[in-house]
């Protein structure tokens, strides 16, 4: 069968084939060993190669996983990620966040070579994302689950990136180690009610990645500790819940002296990325 055969007979199966049928594309690229989405039409002559492994991950794909978990790949900011269930799949709302940290350091520290500490860092995409476009001397990575700090080792060597790995609540491995950070970067579990999120996402992606408690312990964990791990300067970039603007701001001011605060809002018009600036 014909990869353009396949597609027509796939998409007739799909509930939404207006959105989804872009995935059929991908997992039918992903099985000839196509790189880019337009060599789908070029190619869409051939034979599927492996006509039941596409099957295979066609039938995961109706029953709702999510197209990054059945390749186990995704890019982000122009790389390419290793992602399982064990992690969440990265958001392109999250590219944003990247992108600002690394314009704000720009500003901040110039050409200096940099400390960098991804937070939470889930498959390690924000950091090392970074530390490809930055000149970073250590990237620290840490995050409370063991299984998300497998996958980010995995992604630092595929990569080439080098990092320190620390398993751990927030920042607190980072200040046993000594660490001292110039540039911080977190996205944070934020979301507080189940009712905001897809039930492809509530079915497959770690519960521990998505869900923060109302009082956002995990970022006043993270605030609390910020002087005890900044070096001179300390230019901290959170991607933050569209909700819980009012809610950090009573968190800054509980737990941090000498900080300056901006939020900025995302492509859609949210208020969803945090700086701060310690000194
Ligand atoms: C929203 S995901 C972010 C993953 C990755 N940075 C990204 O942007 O795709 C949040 C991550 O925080 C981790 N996490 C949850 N609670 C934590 C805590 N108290 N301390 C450290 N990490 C935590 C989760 O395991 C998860 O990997």
Redesign the pocket.
Known sequence: MTLEEAYKQSIKQLKNPEVDEISVRILLCHNNGIKSMSGFYIHKHENVRDFEGFSRDFSRFLAGEPVQYILGETEFMGHDFYVDNR?????QE?EEVVAQAYIRALQVFGDKVLNVA?????????GISLAKKLKVRYLFM????GD?VEVAKKNCVRNDVIANFFV???CDELVKAGAKVDLLV?????ILKKEDVDESVLKYE?H???FADENL??YE?IFKKLPLIKNKEMLCVF?IGYDIKDKLIELIHKTLKNVQYVFRKDINGKERILILRIR
């Open positions: 992690v969440l799949i990265p958001r999250t991804d937070i939470c860092c889930g498959s390690g995409v924000m840490s995050d409370i689950s998300a751990g609540n927030a977190a996205n944070p579990p934020y770690p521990l990645a998505l312990k995990v964990d991607e």
